[in-house]
């Protein structure tokens, strides 16, 4: 038989495999705890901590999707972010992350520099020379995150990987955003892939989880072990609902992007829209490297709208997008970063990093175009009544 697409996979992962009773889909097993099958004699399982049978039936899923040699499923993204940090980076190693990542991770990697645990350095992966020297200057683990949140800036993953390799350091990369859907980083060179599965991994807004997926079976074995020892990994009734979650992964990420398509037309049309940020777009500073990076250009959609006024007209009244955090779910969202997701960020630090108080991010849900679409023009009409 010819290889299964991962569409097909994600669709039957653990199907049709209990040997008890012939289940179709794999019992949630909620037993923290398992009888050795004699004296001296473990089974495959006996503490839920240390492993748990649905949360391996996951835990391999997401690993086929990314291409990896197995996966750990964690009880939320920061968990899954927080152990390749503190299992690989040796006592005062150099961290290099991008200027733009996620706020809790950032919030981690300068409390780990302030408490003398590492050294964190900075930089705009975006730029790649510059990114590039900065690795070749010396690191021990480069930590990526493409498209970033919220400007949507795409990093070369396999000039980054390259580089960091030639300098003896691991790479990781955060594919919260993209999903294995779009972008494969282990393909390209990444040792490591991280997810908070809360967003479109589980896809409905009801779980809080993450997930760590190595290249090597070796390092994930020393991440499995790091996740078991500071008791991070994840909980079987979540792993239950994002496996069940995983199954419509592909349908949900082509439908949300077909509608991210949509908003983007409707964006770039409107007088009242005074930037659009979207890989897919021509005009896009790095449009042609998220073409060849990626299998397709995501479900997330910043726009600038000039003020917070503007920005107050467009949310107060959209009935299709709910004002909120997070993203990756069924349903749309719509946030504004600089008094939202980067409020925590100092001013100048949000400028330089090209957030504006004009800025709204979209995450496209699975909802119809159209309803979508008239919903945000009516948004935008009211910015134009403001004259
Ligand atoms: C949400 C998010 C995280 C953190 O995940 P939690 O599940 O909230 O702990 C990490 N990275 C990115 C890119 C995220 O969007």
């Keep these: 038989m010819t290889e299964q697409s991962p569409q097909t996979r994600a669709v039957r992962a653990g199907i049709n495999t209990d040997a008890a009773h012939g289940a179709v889909v794999p019992p949630?097993?909620?037993?923290?705890?398992?009888?050795?099958?004699?004296?001296?004699?473990?089974?495959?399982?006996?503490?839920?901590?240390?492993?748990?049978?649905?949360?391996?039936?996951?835990?391999?899923?997401?690993?086929?999707?990314?291409?990896?040699?197995?996966?750990?499923?964690?009880?939320?993204g920061m968990a899954a972010v927080s152990v390749p940090v503190l299992a690989l980076l040796p006592p005062g190693g150099t961290l290099l992350a991008p200027f733009d990542c996620y706020g809790g991770s950032w919030r981690l990697f300068d409390a780990l520099e302030r408490t003398g645990r590492l050294k964190l350095r900075l930089t705009d992966f975006s730029d790649s020379q510059h990114a590039l020297a900065e690795i070749?200057?010396?690191?021990?683990?480069?930590?990526?995150?493409?498209?970033?949140?919220?400007?949507?800036?795409?990093?070369?993953?396999?000039?980054?990987?390259?580089?960091?390799?030639?300098?003896?350091?691991?790479?990781?990369?955060?594919?919260?955003?993209?999903?294995?859907?779009?972008?494969?980083?282990?393909?390209?060179?990444?040792?490591?892939?991280?997810?908070?599965?809360?967003k479109y991994l589980n896809g409905h807004s009801d779980v809080v989880a993450g997930a760590i997926v190595a290249a090597d079976a070796e390092r994930?074995?020393?991440?499995?072990?790091?996740?078991?020892?500071?008791?991070?990994?994840?909980?079987?009734?979540?792993?239950?609902?994002?496996?069940?979650?995983?199954?419509t992964l592909h349908l949900r990420m082509a439908q949300a992007q077909r509608n991210a398509e949509a908003v983007v037309d409707l964006l770039v049309g409107h007088p009242a829209v005074k930037a659009v940020h979207y890989p897919g777009l021509e005009g896009h500073p790095q449009h042609e490297l998220a073409a060849r990076q990626q299998d397709g250009f995501g479900a997330i959609v910043t726009f600038d709208v000039g003020s917070e006024a503007a920005v107050r007209a467009v949310v107060e009244g959209l009935v299709c997008f709910c004002l909120a955090e997070s993203l990756g779910g069924v349903e749309s969202l719509i946030s504004h970063p600089s008094t939202m997701t980067h409020a925590s960020m100092p001013p100048d630090i949000r400028a330089a990093a090209g957030i504006t108080d004009g800025m709204l991010r979209l995450s496209l849900g699975v909802e119809d175009a159209a309803d979508l679409v008239g919903d945000l023009r009516a948004g935008l009409d009211r910015v134009l009544a403001l004259g």
């Design 136 to 198: 070749a200057d010396g690191v021990d683990l480069v930590w990526l995150e493409t498209p970033s949140n919220p400007l949507l800036r795409i990093t070369d993953i396999a000039a980054a990987s390259a580089a960091a390799h030639a300098v003896g350091a691991l790479v990781v990369a955060d594919n919260t955003f993209a999903t294995p859907v779009v972008q494969r980083p282990l393909s390209l060179g990444a040792d490591i892939v991280v997810h908070s599965a809360t």
């Design 28 to 76: 949630i097993y909620l037993s923290t705890t398992y009888a050795f099958e004699a004296f001296n004699s473990p089974g495959q399982y006996d503490y839920s901590r240390a492993g748990n049978p649905t949360r391996t039936v996951l835990a391999e899923a997401v690993a086929e999707l990314e291409g990896g040699a197995g996966g750990v499923i964690t009880a939320s």
């Design 220 to 247: 994930l074995a020393h991440l499995a072990w790091w996740a078991n020892t500071l008791g991070v990994t994840g909980g079987a009734l979540d792993s239950y609902l994002t496996l069940r979650g995983l199954r």
